[in-house]
C-alpha cells in the first residue's frame, strides 16, 4: 500500500464537472492498493496517516515545530484512489501497472480503508473510485510525504 499525504489549507475533487468531495484543513490522501495488500496494512496506515505530526502545535504555532497531528487539530482529510502510484517506469517509455491490484480487489480494501479513517470521528470525503477525477489543492507548506507498507 502507497498513499501520497499532502498538508493542504483545502482540497477538493470533481467528477464529470461536479464536486463529489472537499474538505478545509487536513490531508489529502492517494492512495494506491497492490495486491499484496492485508486489513493488516490498512490499519497501519489509517493510524499512521491519522497520527503523523505534520502540523504546527495549536498553542504554539510560531515555534515551527510540527507537533500536531490531523486528529490533534481536528482536521479533514479527503481520500482518493490512485492506481498509478504502482505505476513502474523503470523499461520503455509507458509505465507498467502490473503491481496495482486489479479494481475487483482494490476497491473494497480502498473502502475499508475509509472505514477506518472515518471511525476516527473526523470529517472524511473522498472521490470516486475507478473515475476520471480533477484533484485540486491548496498545499500547505508545501508538505508532500510518501508512506509505504
Request: net charge negative; glycine share 10%; with cysteine.
Given at each position: 500500500?502507497?498513499?501520497v499525504?499532502?498538508r493542504?489549507?483545502?482540497?477538493?475533487?470533481?467528477?464529470?464537472?461536479?464536486?463529489?468531495?472537499?474538505?478545509?484543513?487536513?490531508l489529502?490522501l492517494?492512495?494506491?492498493i497492490?495486491?499484496t495488500?492485508?486489513?493488516?496494512?490498512?490499519?497501519?496506515m489509517?493510524?499512521?496517516?491519522?497520527?503523523?505530526?505534520?502540523?504546527?502545535?495549536?498553542?504554539?504555532?510560531?515555534?515551527?515545530?510540527w507537533?500536531?497531528?490531523?486528529?490533534?487539530?481536528?482536521?479533514?482529510?479527503?481520500?482518493?484512489s490512485q492506481?498509478?502510484l504502482y505505476?513502474?517506469?523503470?523499461?520503455?517509455?509507458?509505465?507498467?501497472?502490473?503491481?496495482?491490484?486489479?479494481?475487483?480487489?482494490?476497491?473494497?480494501?480502498?473502502?475499508?480503508?475509509?472505514?477506518?479513517l472515518?471511525?476516527?470521528?473526523?470529517?472524511?470525503?473522498?472521490?470516486k473510485?475507478?473515475?476520471h477525477?480533477?484533484?485540486?489543492?491548496?498545499?500547505?507548506?508545501?508538505v508532500?510525504?510518501l508512506?509505504?507498507?
Open positions: 500500500m502507497r498513499v499525504v499532502q493542504v489549507q483545502s482540497a477538493q475533487v470533481k467528477v464529470e464537472g461536479q464536486v463529489v468531495g472537499q474538505i478545509g484543513a487536513g489529502l492517494l492512495v494506491g497492490t495486491a495488500d492485508t486489513e493488516a496494512e490498512l490499519d497501519w489509517a493510524r499512521k496517516c491519522l497520527g503523523l505530526r505534520i502540523f504546527p502545535s495549536p498553542d504554539q504555532p510560531e515555534n515551527g515545530r507537533d500536531a497531528s490531523v486528529a490533534d487539530i481536528q482536521g479533514e482529510l479527503l481520500v482518493v492506481f498509478t505505476g513502474d517506469c523503470r523499461k520503455g517509455r509507458r509505465p507498467s501497472f502490473d503491481k496495482a491490484a486489479l479494481p475487483a480487489l482494490a476497491e473494497p480494501l480502498y473502502d475499508q480503508f475509509v472505514d477506518r472515518e471511525a476516527s470521528g473526523l470529517t472524511v470525503a473522498t472521490g473510485f475507478g473515475a477525477m480533477a484533484v485540486s489543492l491548496v498545499n500547505d507548506g508545501p508532500t510525504l508512506l509505504e507498507r
